[in-house]
């Protein structure tokens, strides 16, 4: 489904990625992991248009993707959560679940029926395929609360249904269970693997290693922008050079 072929990014004199390639299986959940600053946030940047790559190419489903912006990919099916939380803070729950509908309303309701929301069918079949989704993540309660006023935990879980909102083929998630509990995160775990039953495709990037093992089919370990591990969970946490990576943060 993706596959990145020496994709690369340099921030002035600093190779944030360096050379990276590697495939996605469809209804995969592959994990990306590495310590702080390995460039795993800067990698889905480029997956979802955000910042063009310095060099390499992106394919999706066989199509290249490279330097789309990132309203083509959303429609392409490519939806992403945030690290650094990016909601529309003064805007209810419900709100920012909608936004995420925009491109499941047509054309002609999309613009002044958007001013009023709740007056017409096409709305209204979107607020219903919003509060299933808050239903789903069990945010019910939390509807018409402003964005801003949630804890950080409940506000990735916005973040998530605004994402699934787009009806994605491909979920990028950046640390979603940061701001978690340890059973908020295992429930997180379960909805993820719910997830790919649907036929959702997963590139997660988490520092949990509980939630990593819990989902990950496979997962691709870098440092300092490079790959340097790629397997399944149980194989690669034992392997001696990603151990070094993490040992060697740790002294840092
Ligand atoms: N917009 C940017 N401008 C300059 N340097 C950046 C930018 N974004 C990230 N970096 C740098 O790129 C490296 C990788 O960062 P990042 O992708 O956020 O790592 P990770 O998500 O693995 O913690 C870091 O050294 C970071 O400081
Ligand atoms: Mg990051």
């Known amino acids: 489904m993706l596959n990145l072929n020496r994709v690369t990014k340099q921030f ?3 190779t944030a990625v360096d050379q990276i390639s590697f495939d ?44 789309l912006p990132a309203h083509k990919l959303c429609k392409l099916g490519i939806a992403r959560t945030y690290q650094n939380i990016r909601l529309f803070a003064d805007m209810s729950v419900l709100g920012n679940v909608l936004a ?29 395929a919003s509060e299933a989704l808050l239903k789903r993540l069990q945010m019910v309660d939390l509807r018409d609360h402003d964005a801003a006023d949630l804890s950080y935990g409940d506000q990735r879980r916005v973040e998530l249904a605004r994402a699934l909102a787009t009806e994605p083929r491909l979920l990028l998630l950046d640390e979603p269970s940061a701001g978690m509990n340890q059973s908020e995160t295992f429930q997180l775990g379960e909805l993820i693997l719910q997830l790919r039953e649907e036929g959702v495709t997963i590139l997660l990037i988490e520092h949990d290693m509980d939630l990593i093992n819990q989902v990950c089919d496979q997962v ?27 040992l060697g943060q740790e002294e840092a």
């Open 12 to 14: 002035g004199g600093l």
């Open 24 to 67: 996605v299986e469809t209804g995969i959940i592959m994990g990306l992991i590495g310590p702080n600053g390995a460039g795993k946030t800067t990698l889905i940047n480029m997956i979802s248009g955000l910042m063009p790559l310095t060099s390499g190419t992106i394919h999706f489903n066989g199509a290249d993707v490279t330097n």
């Open 220 to 246: 691709v370990v870098i440092n300092f922008g490079a790959k340097i591990a790629q397997g399944e969970p149980q194989v690669v946490r034992r392997d001696p050079v990603v151990i070094e990576a993490y």
């Open 100 to 128: 995420g509908r925009h491109l499941q309303t047509p054309w002609s309701s999309r613009y002044w029926r958007w001013l009023f929301p709740y007056r017409d069918s096409t709305a209204q079949a979107q607020k219903a």
